[in-house]
């Protein structure tokens, strides 16, 4: 089998990429998804809240899909579903299986990973307590919930404030379950504000910021769970133990870069991302290999990922049609203070048409702050800032003939 | 009425129950848990000890030295993925060097195979990532790695498939002495036998004592581990311990025979009522991170994947309890199998034949008895053309169900219909590994329970974790289906 | 006798600063309130909606038959009153559809007579 590019995941950031590469001339197109339908995650994200930035009006999760999943057959891209991508290597082969085709070899001439991100789980955490039924991820209750219609619970302890618990404190609330409380290890909830008030407290949940589930009771099902306060080394102060009786505990406690793929084709990877190194089109160290959304750096807001997969499906096609990028000079861009990543880690500067964007994500919570661009330790570029949060993903963008040709380094921190 | 009840189905029992089903003896397991091998058994070190650490004059060192030698056949024959990776005693001071050779002689008097002491050179060579400051270590090079819970599973599959029968959920509350046999009542059964294989684990005891007046205690010794993800594979390439204590043989790290890193145990005496108490805490989580230090100092825990407990068998008369119980006649206690029970399972069972065939006589052994267990295809392991092959006859090799482990759907629909099959999601995790992974069944699990629940005609809602009542989905949403 | 005056401290959610703010009842007010701790114009607008007659969009799942997953996602096509968010809920609970289903399509008309309707955010087929 052979394609011009395929796709590996159909997610919203493999949707935007195949359907962008589509309009930007590449020709036969493959987007290969592990589930029995493509959307990924967006399924099972039924609230609201989504494109705001690509469609100007708020849709549900399904809704937001739906519009790429029906661009995608209007455009005739080729998709199989229930299959899944056991390899790929430096020379572009995909080695993917199904029950139809069974397992089969794919030559692509360029390949866009969009294969997302997974949870982090108690063992990550290395929560204490017995190891019953009843412990959750946040993501994988809602699919329960959401799309096979189960509940998961009666009574709910949620570790984790970010997005993904406090929508699942809401969803559970709302089927007839009582939440007794969210817990989070850091001073700040990495949740949007509007989550919080909409989530929490109109249901009257209490957030309690910088606590630890320190037990799990219930040999057989979660009988209780107890939560202490926890000091500036994230270590529980004895006495602060609160025990809730309940049934169930979820946890929502981070999202990881899915890159086993990636680290199995050698490319290079950043640790403080855990997604790979990419450049300014998202071409990450193997040439003629993209990777866009979740899996590169996790995102908190879809319409981002669409925007940064359409440009790396923009970025395929042209490799494909053979516009190959100069890489004549290499700037590498750092985060210093206050910031904890920056995206992308490489910028080959003759390939920036006219603006370069990088997002980042800043380290604690800042009030009236700014955001300072430097090449070379000189400030080019700065914003600022009356608010930013680590659980909220920033976007600078700068424009290229600010940047100057002959630039090693661009940083950004927080001022 | 069955000749011989073997009550726990850990890999003691199941070792025991297949080395009988060799013979003419109608067997049945009796296991007060929803799965074999639910105990001990699925909680330790995984580890094949090369015998060298029990007294030589001990059973437990005579069961050891044997079980070691024998456990490649046994594994062979059951098809139970085992490799002898060796192990390292490593000594960081002079009075740990004397303890060294001292264990050394004693390897010596139980003929260890290829014992040596090697430098310190020898060691950074062979393990270069261990905290600084080691002088020597005593390397054992028949120490081996293995899945216990599989061992046991593969055991008791083996005995079925041979005739032996297998009761679960079978929690024995009163045994009944009557002439020439038991009768052994649970809540809601009973069976009768001639004989009974006392080989429950922690409680032992307590079953001893529904016959007799316990002559031994058996304390539950908890100790907690790591597991970290196979990323972390290569950290050490054998089994690597301290030098062992008046505690047992300390904290140490070794791969998994798929390819993970184990780190662990500690060492807690619980109180008597404490037997089912296998929960990790904060505190002695610490503790064990503290204790690796003195093997590794690279121990990279943020690729942690799950922590656990497990409880010993800890006999207050230190050596193994393998005899017919003088009290009472028929009663054979299989008891104390704290380290090396595992090791030592397949010595043992071999040991309990010999017992019973003292007591009754000669034994009739089976003409047709079949050592051999039903190959288990590990998918991932195929050639691309035999994985081919096996999705043209069966399609559901081809659909990936644990991405982690990459486990598909025909493996899982095979661990369910085994003999001793997987009925709950932690017994298809044991079985086939999907939850195993780095992602811990968040993706996995829905489809493992779908599969559950269409293989065994269940609704999901009934549909286990693992013991009766560790229900994971609690009702429906809404009205309707 | 003073009839007491309402007051609500809350969270502006206009945009992700999150200003606290609190809002007051007060005669001398032409809107009837004032706000403090915004530090825009939208704060204020915000607040005194959040206190005269907070509304919520609704999104959650009926039953469906004949699709393959046994739940349709659903919301409310406008905001409904915060305080007949679970009266809603129990309207909805009651619903069983049957695939195919359009996104968009209506599932319940006029819920509680809000004017709001409960609409299907997906579309699924009919499955054999």
């Avoid at chain 1, 914003?383 to 002959?406: C, F, Q, S, T, Y």
């Avoid at chain 2, 196979?230 to 070794?254: R, S």
Wanted: aromatic residues 6%; proline residues 4%; contains cysteine.
């Amino acid at each position: 089998m052979n394609y011009d590019i395929v796709v590996v995941g159909g997610g919203p950031a493999g949707l935007a990429a195949a359907i962008e590469s589509r309009k930007n001339g590449a020709e036969s197109i493959l987007v290969i998804e592990r589930d029995r339908e493509l959307g990924g995650i967006l399924q099972q994200c039924i609230h609201n809240g989504f494109g705001l930035v690509v469609f100007k009006e708020e849709l549900t999760g399904p809704e937001y899909a739906e519009r790429f999943i029906d661009e995608l057959s209007r455009e005739n891209i080729d998709y199989k579903l229930d299959t899944m991508v056991l390899e790929i290597n430096k020379d572009k082969q995909i080695l993917a299986m199904n029950t139809v085709d069974g397992l089969v070899n794919i030559q692509a001439k360029a390949i866009v990973l969009s294969m997302g991100c997974r949870e982090r789980t108690r063992g990550s955490i290395a929560i204490p307590g017995y190891r019953p039924a009843g412990v959750f991820n946040a993501g994988t209750a809602q699919r329960y919930l959401n799309m096979e219609g189960y509940m998961v619970g009666k009574r709910v302890v949620i570790l984790g404030s970010g997005d993904i618990g406090l929508i699942m404190a809401r969803r559970m609330t709302l089927e007839g379950a009582k939440v007794l409380v969210v817990a989070e290890l850091m001073p700040f909830s990495g949740g949007l504000t509007r989550n919080i008030v909409q989530c929490l407290d109109d249901y009257d949940i209490p957030l309690k910021l910088s606590h630890a589930v320190t037990d799990i009771k219930g040999r057989d099902r979660v009988e209780g769970v107890v939560i202490q306060k926890i000091d500036e080394n994230f270590k529980p102060i004895p006495g602060t133990e609160i025990e809730y009786e309940c049934d169930t505990l979820l946890l929502s406690v981070g999202l990881i870069p899915e890159n086993e793929l990636s680290k199995g084709a050698g490319i290079e990877m950043d640790s403080k991302t855990s997604g790979p190194v990419v450049f300014e089109s998202m071409e990450t160290s193997i040439e003629g290999i993209f990777a866009c959304g979740n899996v590169v750096h996790v995102h908190d807001i879809v319409d981002f990922v669409t925007e940064e997969s359409r440009h790396a499906g923009k970025a395929a096609a042209k490799f494909v049609l053979e516009v190959k990028a100069d890489n004549n000079k290499i700037i590498e861009t750092e985060a210093l203070s206050g910031i904890g990543y920056i995206v992308p880690q490489k910028v080959r500067i003759n390939s920036v048409d006219d603006k370069l964007s990088l997002f980042m994500r800043v380290r604690s919570v800042y009030h009236d702050a700014k955001l300072s661009v430097k090449a070379d330790g000189k400030e080019i570029y700065s914003v600022k800032k009356m608010h930013l949060a680590p659980g909220e993903m920033e976007r600078i963008d700068i424009k290229k003939e600010l940047i100057g040709e002959n630039v090693g380094k661009l940083t950004v921190e927080v001022i | 009425m069955y000749n011989v009840a073997i009550i726990g189905a850990g890999v003691i029992g199941t070792a025991i129950a297949r080395e009988l089903s060799k013979f003419n003896h109608k067997i049945v397991i009796l296991e007060k848990d929803n799965d074999v091998s639910n105990g001990s058994t699925k909680a330790n070190s995984a580890i094949i000890h090369a015998g060298y650490d029990a007294p030589y004059n001990s059973l437990k060192g005579k069961m050891n030295a044997r079980g070691n030698l024998i456990m490649g056949i046994v594994c062979s024959e059951l098809n139970v993925p085992f490799e002898r990776i060796g192990s390292l005693v490593i000594a960081r001071s002079e009075s740990d060097f004397e303890t060294l050779k001292g264990l050394y002689e004693n390897g010596m008097k139980l003929e260890i195979p290829g014992l040596e002491i090697i430098d310190v050179g020898k060691v950074m060579e062979m393990e270069p990532n261990l905290t600084e400051g080691v002088i020597g270590a005593l390397y054992a090079p028949s120490a081996g790695i293995v899945e216990p819970w599989e061992l046991a599973i593969a055991y008791c599959e083996n005995a079925i498939d041979n005739g032996a029968e297998l009761r679960i959920n079978f929690a024995v509350r009163e045994i009944q002495k009557k002439d020439g046999s038991y009768l052994i009542k649970s809540e809601e059964d009973q069976v009768e036998a001639k004989y009974i294989i006392n080989a429950a684990g922690v409680y032992a005891d307590k079953i001893y004592n529904m016959v007799a007046d316990s002559e031994y205690k058996i304390i539950p010794r908890r100790g907690q581990y790591f597991l970290l993800d196979k990323e972390a594979g290569g950290l050490v390439k054998h089994v690597v311990f301290p030098c062992p204590n008046e505690m047992g043989k300390g904290t140490l790290v070794t791969p998994t025979i798929d390819g993970n890193i184990l780190v662990g145990p500690d060492a807690e005496d619980l109180d008597m009522d404490m037997k089912e108490s296998v929960n990790t805490t904060y505190n002695r989580l610490g503790n064990v991170k503290n204790l690796a230090r003195n093997i590794s100092d690279k121990i990279p825990y943020k690729l942690n994947i799950t922590t656990f407990a497990g409880l010993r068998a800890e006999p207050d008369t230190d050596d193994f309890i393998i005899e017919e119980s003088k009290q009472a006649k028929g009663f054979i206690n299989v008891a104390g199998m704290k380290s090396p029970g595992l090791s030592s399972a397949p010595a043992i069972a071999e040991y309990v034949v010999t017992i019973i065939e003292e007591i009754d006589g000669s034994l009739d052994k089976k003409t047709d008895f079949n050592p051999l267990r039903r190959k288990r295809i590990k998918f991932e392991e195929l050639t691309f053309e035999e994985k081919n092959e096996l999705i043209q006859k069966d399609s559901r090799y081809g659909r990936i169900i644990c991405r982690c482990e990459m486990i598909t759907e025909g493996e899982i629909v095979d661990a369910i219909h085994r003999s001793a099959g997987g009925r709950t999601v932690n017994g298809i995790k044991r079985r086939t590994r999907p939850g195993s992974g780095r992602c811990q069944g968040g993706f996995c699990g829905p489809r493992v329970m779908e599969i559950l629940a269409r293989e065994l005609s269940v609704p999901m809602e009934e549909v286990l974790m693992e013991n009766r009542g560790s229900i994971i989905l609690t009702g429906k949403t809404k009205v309707g289906g | 006798m003073k009839e007491t005056l309402k007051e609500k401290e809350m969270i502006c959610i206009v945009c992700p600063i999150g200003c606290h703010i609190n809002v007051i009842e007060s005669n001398e007010s032409e809107d009837g309130y004032e706000v403090e701790g915004n530090k825009c114009p939208r704060g204020k607008i915000y607040g005194i909606k959040e206190i005269t007659s907070p509304t919520r969009v609704v999104s959650t799942t009926v039953s469906i038959e004949n699709a393959f997953l046994k739940r349709l996602p659903v919301k409310t096509d406008n905001p409904v009153p915060k305080e007949l968010i679970f009266e809603c809920m129990k309207v909805i609970n009651e619903v069983v559809v049957k695939a195919p289903v359009k996104v968009g399509d209506i599932i319940i008309e006029n819920i509680l007579d809000t004017g709001v309707n409960i609409v299907a955010t997906r579309s699924m087929n009919e499955i054999k």
